[in-house]
């Protein structure tokens, strides 16, 4: 299983530092969460600290637009250096138009969906798609609880892809830590973004990310 870390978490006073000391741990992705304080309810940031992030690791890095209408944004993150970005079907009317418009930038494409949206709502995008992320928490702030019955969304989930013979990333976000990433892991998910249980007041990068291979390494074994 991959691991992304997202930033929102992170100490900004020490950004660059931040994410060079994920990078040795042993990451694969940096995930940026971008809310426009309208849909959902809370502020971060833009294209410039993604680009600044971008400048500060050679991984690849993936902006998650939590934002009202996406399109008028495309062509200032793909200006960034981020490698993918993901938007919310919820945000999204003209879903096709959108993807498309992705490719055309030569970004790769991911739709995420809300704990509460249909699958359903997603299904029809599959093909035009390189990740589904399924959210596990209520969009908009980071260091919430992993909400249970996420579990079962990414079976049925991983089951509709296995079914179809895509080879798409997907992605879980939200409330994941050492203690429930093996189950992630073995609903289906093949990449896990990380907040709080990388960046920790309690741990060090290098010892949180320690912990979660660990955990997957259990898995694995048993």
């Given at each position: 299983?991959?691991?992304?870390?997202?930033?929102?978490?992170?100490?900004?006073?020490?950004?660059?530092?931040?994410?060079?000391?994920a990078e040795?741990?042993?990451?694969d992705w940096f995930h940026l969460d971008v809310m426009d304080g309208a849909f959902v309810p809370n502020i971060t940031f833009g294209p410039t600290v993604c680009q600044a992030v971008c400048r500060s690791t050679s991984l690849p890095c993936e902006?998650?637009?939590?934002?009202?209408?996406?399109?008028?944004f495309f062509?200032?993150?793909?200006?960034?250096?981020?490698?993918r970005v993901i938007v919310q079907v919820e945000a999204c009317p003209r879903l096709h138009f959108a993807l498309q418009t992705?490719?055309?930038?030569?970004?790769q494409a991911g739709v995420a969906l809300n704990p509460l949206t249909p699958l359903s709502m997603i299904e029809e995008a599959l093909p035009f798609v390189d990740l589904v992320l399924v959210m596990s928490v209520e969009p908009g702030f980071g260091g919430?609880?992993?909400i249970p019955?996420?579990?079962?969304?990414?079976?049925?989930?991983?089951?509709?892809?296995?079914?179809?013979?895509?080879?798409i990333e997907l992605e879980v976000d939200g409330?994941?830590?050492?203690?429930?990433i093996r189950a992630v892991r073995e609903a289906g998910a093949t990449m896990a973004v990380v907040g709080s249980a990388v960046y920790s007041p309690t741990c060090s990068v290098e010892a949180c990310v320690a912990m979660l291979r660990q955990a997957l390494a259990e898995s694995v074994a048993q």
């Open positions: 299983m991959r691991l992304a870390p997202s930033i929102l978490t992170a100490d900004f006073a020490q950004l660059g530092e931040q994410v060079r000391q040795k741990a042993g990451v902006a998650h637009l939590m934002v009202h209408q996406p399109e008028r062509e200032a993150f793909a200006q960034t250096g981020v490698k992705l490719r055309s930038l030569g970004l919430q609880r992993f019955t996420a579990l079962e969304r990414i079976r049925r989930l991983r089951q509709v892809l296995d079914a179809r013979r895509l080879s409330g994941i830590n050492a203690d429930n």
